[in-house]
C-alpha cells in the first residue's frame, strides 16, 4: 500500500530565484527555469547535501555539527506573501527579498501542509516538504532597502505564513508556469500535538 497519496491539490510555479551569495546578500536572483539536483538548485547558496546544524536545531545537534541538508529550498506560498504584505501595510512583497527559491499558488494553508509531503512537477522532479519556516529578523533589512520603514514589521506579519523548507527527492527540471502535484503521507495526525500545545 502506497505510503504517499496524491491529491486533488496543485500548485501552479510563480516565481523561480537563487541565491547566489548568501555572505553577500539574502535576497535571490529570479529563474524561468532551474535545475533540481540532489544537492538542490545549481548555484544556490543553501544548496548541498549536508550543511552546518544552525540555531533551529540546536537542541538535536550543536551549532556548526554536520548534518544532513533539508533546508535546500525555502518554498512560499503567493497567497500567504499578499496576505503578509497586507498585514504590513503595503502592496507586495518580492519573493526575491525573502531569499525565496520557489513561490507557489493553489494550495491553501501552505504553511502547514504536512511535513514529509511531496510536490512533483511534470518533469518528474519531486521535492520533499521538511517543516513550516520559522520567520526571523533578517528579511527586515532588504525588505526596508525597497520600502523604508516597513522591514520591521515582516517577522510577526509572517508567523504561520513563511512558507516551508523542502529538499530534493528526484532530479529534474521545474519552471515557471508548471503545475505540482501535492502528495501527503497516508497516516493520521499525531495526537501528541495537543498535549504538546497544552
Not at 501552479?12 to 553577500?24: C, E, K
Not at 544556490?44 to 533539508?70: D, L
Not at 520567520?135 to 520591521?152: N, W
Not at 516551508?164 to 515557471?176: C, F, L, N, S
Amino acid at each position: 500500500m502506497p505510503a504517499l497519496k496524491p491529491t486533488g491539490f496543485t500548485a501552479r510555479v510563480v516565481w523561480l530565484g537563487r541565491v547566489a551569495d548568501r555572505d553577500a546578500a539574502l535576497a535571490s536572483e529570479p529563474l524561468e527555469a532551474a535545475g533540481l539536483t540532489f544537492a538542490g538548485i545549481a548555484g544556490e547558496a543553501h544548496g548541498g547535501r549536508t550543511r552546518p546544524s544552525c540555531s533551529r536545531v540546536v537542541a538535536q545537534h550543536p551549532k556548526g555539527t554536520e548534518i544532513a541538508n533539508v533546508r535546500q529550498l525555502s518554498v512560499l506560498s503567493a497567497e500567504e506573501l499578499a496576505a503578509i504584505a497586507a498585514e504590513m501595510g503595503t502592496d507586495a512583497l518580492a519573493p526575491a527579498w525573502l531569499g525565496a527559491s520557489l513561490v507557489v499558488e493553489g494550495i491553501p494553508d501552505f504553511t502547514h501542509v504536512p511535513p514529509s509531503s511531496r510536490l512533483q512537477g511534470p518533469s518528474g522532479a519531486t521535492l520533499v516538504i521538511d517543516m513550516a519556516n520559522r520567520p526571523c529578523h533578517l528579511p527586515a533589512r532588504v525588505i526596508d532597502a525597497h520600502l523604508p520603514g516597513t522591514g520591521r514589521a515582516f517577522k510577526a506579519a509572517a508567523k504561520g505564513r513563511r512558507g516551508v523548507t523542502a529538499w530534493v527527492e528526484r532530479e529534474g527540471r521545474i519552471a515557471v508556469g508548471e503545475t505540482l502535484r501535492l502528495h501527503t503521507p497516508d497516516q493520521p495526525a499525531w495526537s501528541g500535538h495537543d498535549c504538546m500545545r497544552r
